[in-house]
């Protein structure tokens, strides 16, 4: 992004030509200097725009005429046309058709931040509460330089006076100008060496304002340190400036302030002129009417501190602000998908899953656990009342410590070697009821990467109520802070925290009220399956034995139990037989045991015939089965082969979608080519343009002379 003097893109410099006469004797004529008539109507497109020049000089000789120079179009000049920004974040960055495309500003080759660059940088954050978060942490940041607390609030937009603007400010050490600019700059960061500190690319301020509101002004007092005044600046990022005026690139105006004799003066850098254009520019687009009322917003700061307002906020499809004001007088909250009445209803209900119920759409629900430690003298306000510090382990029963050492990585620094991470998970207090919570809050730095991270999904209720939380500073986050960048050793630990939650499950789920769960081998599985008890049953003497397995069903069970007396009776009789045999073979031993023998055969082909009933169930229920799973096996086929199907129309999709890009690279080159030629062609008009007004300079120079000789003639 540009941030200059001026406004103007291609700003005038250099020492400025003697004048061609006084004022009385002749117009106020000026080689290369502008002359600025209040009384004229501002370009609405460009404030730093100035009237054309049109020179006049009277002659008392008839060869004298008027000359009057080309009228030139500076390159900045844009069309009078004002393109109108969408107030709706995902449909901001789209340009309309219809209107004009930005002008180049110069006739260099450096290559430019163009301003849509803003928006697209901004769409990182597809979570409005995640970039709202991004500003906290700045302020937390600074509790190093002095800050004891940052304060979220709104305020009616002064300019219109019925529209919101969303207001950050801290007591931190503030910036001074040259900080000031490097926070607007894009990339640049102080913090990626400095530990302790999540962000490290110098982006999460410009992304976070840009994702709330399509601008953002800032003001920033710093104390003087080192020997030098105390300081004060102003900045704008404003995209519907850059967008409405048409700019070609991301221009930031500022303006700085400098303490001398306990008087706030201007600093100026390279022209007054271009300090008075950022001033302007900054009062018409801002929601501020003067200069006095820019200044007054310094009084908030005190002596330090940074002020962040973020106005013309987006808006929904419904045309209603994304972030909603209204519900909650305490509270910022949202609308739209991230909003579920139920689980807000649900939260009443259960008060210890309240945080997993409303964080998706409340701000201070999700900045209440944003950070595992808070620092003890410091306070989150959110719109006159402090945020309480909430740590999920309050939330939780039953729990458990977990050490995890991953193993090292290639990328890791040294000081990285003996990291380890301790996973505390155990039931949350409403898990009783059976509710569908889960997930591992993962914390880098100290603040929140991933709430409530889904690492199993299971089928059913296996894993329900089970939350965790740990600290992993071995793996990186990714720019938005909403997530880890997706490396090796991020699989590893998501694959510990999936076999963890399973153990814990499968141990101890039947403490809440679910059915006790098989210890299994392998934890890699889906489902934890119930277990089932297996009987075996002996019908006959030693060479024939049936195994019956024991179904759900009462008249098998029965069964079962049915058979245990009998097979003792078997066993008695064992037993009886060879004594009998061994002690008197008579007819009258004989018929006993024979007696008992057919008893006992007569039992034993009851059983038989009810085991055979119970088998015979058993198979139809297997043919049964048997049919429903050609029937899951047909349906996974006919799954399986329009997934195919889906797959080749996509891939069909793909080569369409290719070679229309490749037409689209072909039409690109050939606009580039003729914008190179027309570039071309203009920059020789301009030359030879310039060399006209050259001649003309001197052809008026050459009069001027003749004009004091005739004057001379005359006086002589």
């Known amino acids: 992004m540009t941030d200059s003097g001026s406004t103007n893109p291609k700003s005038q410099s250099g020492a400025t030509d003697s004048t061609l006469g006084d004022g009385s004797s002749h117009p106020g004529l000026k080689r290369d200097l502008r002359n600025y008539d209040k009384d004229d109507d501002d370009d609405t497109n460009s404030l730093s725009t100035k009237k054309p020049r049109i020179t006049t000089i009277e002659s008392t000789s008839e060869s004298c005429k008027k000359i009057v120079p080309l009228d030139v179009t500076p390159l900045t000049i844009v069309p009078p046309e004002t393109p109108k920004l969408s107030r709706q974040f995902w449909k901001a960055g789209d340009d309309d058709e219809s209107v004009p495309l930005p002008r180049y500003c110069s006739n260099d080759a450096a290559v430019r931040v163009h301003p849509q660059f803003l928006h697209a940088n901004a769409t990182s954050h597809k979570w409005a509460l995640g970039a709202l978060a991004e500003l906290l942490d700045n302020s937390l940041d600074e509790v190093n330089n002095g800050a004891t607390y940052v304060h979220v609030n709104s305020a009616t937009n002064e300019r219109d006076e019925k529209s919101n603007i969303l207001i950050v400010e801290d007591n931190g050490g503030g910036m001074n100008p040259s900080t000031f600019r490097e926070c607007l700059s894009l990339g640049y960061s102080r913090k990626r060496n400095m530990a302790d500190r999540v962000g490290q690319y110098g982006n999460g301020f410009k992304t976070s304002t840009m994702r709330l509101g399509a601008d953002a002004i800032v003001f920033s007092r710093c104390r003087g340190t080192n020997g030098n005044n105390p300081t004060q600046s102003i900045g704008m990022l404003s995209y519907t400036f850059l967008y409405e005026t048409r700019k070609c690139e991301a221009i930031v105006p500022t303006v700085d302030y400098e303490l001398v004799d306990n008087e706030w003066k201007e600093i100026v850098y390279n022209s007054r002129d271009g300090w008075s254009d950022n001033l302007e520019t900054i009062v018409k687009w801002s929601p501020y009417l003067s200069e ?44 739209g998908v991230n909003r579920d009445e139920k689980n807000i209803e649900m939260a009443k209900a259960y008060p210890n899953s309240r945080h997993f119920l409303t964080y998706r759409h409340s701000l201070r629900s999700y900045a209440s656990i944003l950070y595992l430690k808070r620092p003890p003298n410091f306070r989150i306000i959110l719109r006159g009342k402090d945020v309480e510090h909430h740590s999920i382990l309050d939330d939780m029963m039953m729990k458990e410590e977990k050490t995890y050492k991953p193993v090292r990585s290639p990328e890791w620094s040294s000081d990285q070697d003996e990291m380890c991470a301790t996973i505390k998970l155990g039931f949350v207090k409403d898990a009783h009821h059976h509710i569908d919570i889960q997930g591992f809050n993962v914390y880098h730095k100290n603040r929140l990467i991933k709430p409530f991270w889904r690492v199993w999904n299971a089928a059913g209720s296996d894993g329900r109520g089970v939350i965790g939380i740990l600290e992993a500073n071995f793996i990186q986050p990714a720019h938005n802070k909403q997530g880890f960048e997706r490396t090796a050793v991020l699989s590893k630990l998501e694959g510990r925290l999936v076999h963890h939650q399973k153990h814990y499950w499968s141990s101890r789920c039947h403490e809440i009220g679910y059915a006790p769960r098989r210890k299994q081998k ?114 996974i086929q006919a799954l399986e082969k329009a997934q195919r199907e889906k797959e080749l129309l996509l891939e069909s999709q793909l080569k369409e979608s290719k070679v229309k890009i490749q037409n689209l690279e072909n039409r690109q080159e050939g606009v580039n080519k003729i914008f190179h030629e027309e570039r071309a062609r203009r920059d020789v008009t301009e030359n030879a343009l310039r060399k006209k007004l050259r001649e003309a300079s001197d052809v008026i120079d050459g009069l001027k002379k003749q004009v004091e000789t005739f004057k001379g003639k005359r006086m002589l």
């Open 292 to 335: 006095q009322d820019l200044l007054d917003q310094f009084d908030h700061l005190e002596e330090q501190g940074t002020r962040i307002v973020i106005y013309n906020l987006w808006e929904d499809d419904e045309g209603k602000l994304e972030l909603d004001f209204d519900t909650d007088p305490h509270d910022i909250q949202l609308r």
């Open 522 to 635: 392998n934890y890699e599985s889906n489902v934890t399956v119930p277990a089932r008890p297996i009987y075996t049953t002996n019908l006959d003497r030693g060479s024939s034995s049936t195994a019956v397995l024991a179904r759900s069903r009462q008249n098998s069970e029965s069964f079962v139990r049915n058979q245990i007396p009998q097979v003792n009776t078997q066993a008695s009789v064992k037993n009886i037989q060879p004594e009998s045999r061994s002690t008197d073979r008579n007819r009258v031993g004989i018929s006993l045991e024979e007696t008992s023998s057919v008893n006992v055969q007569a039992e034993l082909q009851k059983g038989k015939q009810e085991s055979a009933e119970v088998v015979s169930k058993l198979q139809r229920e297997k043919t049964l089965l048997e049919l429903q799973l050609k029937e899951s096996k047909a349906k």
